[in-house]
């Protein structure tokens, strides 16, 4: 059974550009987690998106959004990009918004802010 | 003061060793906790999910929650150097899917010497 996938792996951007990351959950999970992890502050929440609706968010400015298509895909847009959205991006699937240890994550997507 | 103290490392031990990977928090509404551990270029993996106080056994791997200290631990016993990884601990208010989600420590990179 084939894992989460994000695309792409490795993105480098200038500073004010935007940026479009995208998560394909395993097939039949339908809620799709986003993290972003950087050194100084690690993994943070960022949102979670289950039947093409945002069902939390977490602590970050509107810059940061996102969407869930009806084929459980998910994507997550960064505007006006910063130096400090340097991060890795991580998306997670489960079968719905429920218990940790059914949340499977994906291999990330490297983001780098010139 | 962050939520979740977590010492960066690196660890480094001999192969075979036992391992003792730490975390302390602050927030005492965390009542589910967890262990990822991360590959280098790969998203995190769970390795125990606990909840509230107490030991749980997994193979080679033990983790233990004291709740009265706020600080929880994950042994490795016969370590190899294929555990050679980041470590992250995890906690939530709630089992999966609350409004919170998961609060990550910043994680422990592990090098275990053949």
């Known amino acids: 059974k084939a894992g989460v996938t994000q695309t792409p792996r490795y993105l480098i951007k200038t500073r004010g550009q935007q940026v479009t990351l995208s998560c394909s959950p395993i097939?039949?999970?339908?809620?799709v987690s986003w993290y972003q992890q950087t050194p100084g502050q690690g993994l943070q929440f960022l949102f979670e998106?289950?039947?093409?609706?945002?069902?939390n968010k977490g602590n970050f400015p509107g810059r940061f959004s996102g969407r869930q298509f009806s084929n459980s895909r998910s994507e997550m847009n960064v505007s006006t990009l910063e130096l400090g959205d340097s991060a890795l991006y991580l998306c997670?699937?489960?079968?719905?918004?429920?218990?940790?240890?059914?949340?499977?994550f994906g291999p990330g997507t490297r983001l780098t802010v010139t | 003061q962050k939520e979740v103290e977590q010492d960066p490392g690196p660890l480094s031990v001999p192969e075979g060793a036992i391992v003792s990977l730490n975390c302390t928090y602050s927030?005492?509404?965390?009542?589910?906790f967890m262990w990822y551990r991360q590959y280098s270029r790969k998203g995190p993996e769970l390795l125990m999910y606990?909840?509230?106080?107490g030991n749980k056994e997994d193979g080679r791997f033990t983790a233990q929650v004291d709740k009265s200290s706020k600080y929880i631990s994950l042994f490795i016993r016969d370590s190899q150097p294929s555990d050679s990884a980041t470590y992250l601990c995890?906690?939530?208010?709630?089992?999966?899917?609350?409004?919170?989600?998961?609060?990550f420590g910043k994680g422990t990179h592990l090098i275990i010497q053949p």
């Open positions: 995890a906690m939530s208010t709630d089992s999966g899917g609350g409004a919170d989600g998961l609060t």
């Open positions: 097939s039949g999970h339908r809620s």
């Open positions: 927030n005492s509404a965390f009542q589910y």
């Open positions: 606990t909840y509230s106080s």
């Open positions: 997670a699937s489960s079968w719905t918004p429920g218990p940790y240890y059914e949340q499977y």
């Open positions: 998106y289950f039947s093409e609706t945002q069902r």
